[in-house]
């Protein structure tokens, strides 16, 4: 049964800005996701805006926001075949169970300006 769905857009410009600042990038996402963007040379930006997008989307798919989450305890990866997948730790994690959902799914997408996300959450 689908619990929640969520969806964000982020403007990849503000991303390009982002990773220059390794503060920010360390408050707002996990070392993996750090290392992952870092990897992809001039395509980082748009990795990490639809990254930044899914951790949105997330807080709104729970249907209250981002409070009380770090938002580095999401994290987005890619598996082998290149599917995004989110996993979650800590207090995300505890937002997951709270809200009585079992499953995140995630489904990404990404031009030239912009990348959106769209997650939904399942009880099983």
Same mark, same amino acid.
């Given at each position: 049964?689908?619990?929640?769905? *969520?969806? /964000?857009?982020?403007?990849?410009?503000?991303?390009?800005?982002?990773?220059? /600042? !390794?503060?920010?990038?360390?408050?707002?996402? &996990? !070392?993996?996701?750090?290392?992952?963007?870092? +990897?992809?040379?001039? #395509? *980082?930006?748009?990795?990490?805006?639809?990254?930044? @997008? @899914?951790?949105?989307?997330?807080?709104? =798919?729970? #249907?209250? #926001?981002? +409070?009380?989450?770090? $938002?580095?305890?999401?994290?987005?990866?890619?598996? %082998?075949?290149?599917?995004?997948?989110?996993?979650?730790?800590?207090?995300? !994690?505890? =937002? $997951? %169970?709270? +809200? #009585? @959902? /079992?499953?995140?799914?995630? +489904?990404?997408? &990404?031009?030239? /300006?912009?990348?959106? =996300?769209?997650?939904? $959450?399942?009880? $099983?």
């Amino acid at each position: 049964m689908i619990t929640g769905i *969520g969806i /964000d857009a982020v403007y990849v410009k503000r991303m390009e800005r982002w990773i220059a /600042d !390794q503060k920010i990038m360390e408050r707002y996402f &996990h !070392q993996d996701e750090i290392a992952y963007v870092s +990897s992809r040379g001039n #395509g *980082g930006a748009l990795s990490l805006a639809a990254r930044f @997008a @899914a951790k949105e989307a997330f807080g709104k =798919a729970l #249907g209250t #926001g981002l +409070s009380n989450i770090e $938002l580095k305890d999401i994290m987005v990866i890619n598996k %082998e075949n290149g599917r995004p997948e989110i996993k979650l730790f800590k207090t995300a !994690q505890k =937002a $997951l %169970e709270i +809200s #009585g @959902a /079992d499953r995140a799914h995630i +489904s990404l997408t &990404h031009e030239r /300006d912009s990348a959106i =996300a769209v997650v939904i $959450l399942e009880k $099983l």
